[in-house]
């Protein structure tokens, strides 16, 4: 069961990872920890996701930070927290209607 929970985080997180570039990722500008970031996007990786690697996400998508942890469940608009998927929906909805 935790091994399931914590595979999720992983997948949202690498869903998170391959939205910014290599160097928004990698703040500290370390060849190695480049190299860390880009294996850990790469499809398929078997590499963990470390909690230092999800503090630096929190801070790049604070809007996200509740859906990272949570999935779904952790979708509440009146804090500000939505999903990848609802903010594009969003997007899209007020680009149609002109706003």
């Known amino acids: 069961m935790i091994y399931s929970y914590m595979s999720e985080i992983d997948d949202r997180a690498r869903q998170l990872m391959k939205m910014v570039s290599i160097k928004e990722l990698n703040q500290s500008g370390d060849n190695k920890e480049r190299d860390r970031w ?13 909690t230092d690697e999800l503090e630096r996400l929190r801070e790049l998508f604070p809007q996200y930070e509740d859906w990272l942890w949570k999935g779904s469940r952790g979708i509440d608009l009146s804090k500000g927290q939505v999903s990848p998927e609802y903010e594009t929906a969003d997007k899209k909805l007020h680009g149609r209607s002109g706003e």
């Open 38 to 50: 880009k294996n850990l996007r790469r499809e398929g990786s078997a590499l963990r996701v470390t």
